[in-house]
């Protein structure tokens, strides 16, 4: 009979902190290498010692050092059977082409719209899944910030942590600059600040969306015109927060939604966008512009216009000359 000791040992997983994976919570460390266990129990994990850090009791909250040890015990490395899906050949491709940025610690892409930046709800795979399986030596790489499946444009993935972290700290003051262009109904002649708090997750019909209320939290776009087309203009957004569907909700409030906008849109609108061959949200992330600490050069990447988003214009600019 097989010594149960011995087997126990040799399922226990005892794991090295990298510098690459310095400064992360252990909780959220946790639910990346215990695939399928829900939060509930990584804090029981923790809390009755089974999972310890150096041999020692860790709280949640505690922040993994580089050098530390990690010991997860035998029995729990996978709680539920996680699905291996690798994405096609041509999305790969796909992915692969649209990088307009690559660095030893940053790579920024082009993301097509319609392919996720993640998966799950549903989703095999998203963007970051398309990364690792195009890298799968890659020793990190993890999303920056996200954009909505629909939306196209400047997409950044760090490939160190030091990296990751100095862009989110960048992002909580305010220092990176993101411009996205869109079209929105009406004719708009100068420049509008819509500064309204979101909250998420309101219920309507059944669907979750974000909405502006008292008690969301503070939410400022600056919208500048570039081109009024028929009954529509071509704007400049500047998100100055990061919540989520900012742009899209701010539009919407103002009554001017965006073009293509199936979840805070006008029908009659979107209808006239698709007549003139638009089959998408009208929103990409033309750009992004920030300058690392410690004597980084400052970094601008530029995303170029779909060609089917610069057809929809022109169809509408057409129009525009004939009335």
Excluded at 102 to 131: M, Q, R, T, Y
Excluded at 159 to 175: C, F, G, N, T
Aim: glycine fraction near 8%.
């Amino acid at each position: 009979m097989p010594n149960k000791k011995a087997k126990e040992t040799a399922t226990l997983r005892e794991l090295r902190i990298n510098e690459n994976q310095e400064g992360q919570r252990i909780d959220n460390y946790l639910i990346n290498q215990i695939k399928g266990a829900p939060r509930s129990l990584i804090y029981r994990l923790l809390r009755t010692g089974q999972v310890r850090v150096n041999k020692g009791r860790k709280k949640p909250t505690y922040r993994l050092q580089s050098g530390d040890l990690v010991r997860i015990p035998p029995g729990i490395q996978q709680l539920s059977p996680v699905p291996q899906c690798t994405p096609p050949d041509s999305v790969l491709r796909k992915i692969r082409d649209a990088i307009i940025y690559d660095d030893k610690g940053l790579l920024v892409i082009n993301k097509p719209a319609g392919i996720a930046v993640h998966g799950g709800s549903g989703l095999s795979f998203g963007v970051i899944e398309i990364f690792r399986t195009i890298y799968p030596q890659a020793p990190y790489l993890e999303l920056v910030h996200r954009l909505d499946r629909e939306t196209s444009g400047c997409l950044m993935i760090a490939k160190k942590r030091s990296v990751l972290r100095a862009l989110h700290q960048l992002l909580r003051e305010e220092q990176v600059e993101k411009q996205y262009l869109a079209l929105v109904k009406g004719r708009w002649d100068t420049p509008r600040t819509v500064s309204v708090p979101l909250r998420k997750n309101v219920l309507r019909s059944g669907e979750r969306i974000v909405s502006v209320q008292s008690s969301g939290k503070a939410s400022v776009t600056v919208f500048r015109p570039i081109k009024s087309v028929d009954q529509a203009t071509v704007v400049e957004a500047y998100p100055k927060t990061g919540r989520t569907h900012q742009i899209r909700v701010h539009a919407a409030h103002i009554g001017c939604p965006i073009a293509g906008d199936e979840k805070y849109g006008d029908t009659a609108f979107n209808q006239l966008a698709r007549e003139h061959g638009l089959r998408r949200l009208f929103l990409h992330a033309t750009s992004v512009e920030f300058e690392l600490p410690n004597g980084h050069a400052p970094i601008r990447v530029n995303a170029p216009l779909g060609d089917d988003l610069h057809e929809v214009i022109e169809r509408l600019s057409t129009i525009g000359d004939d009335d």
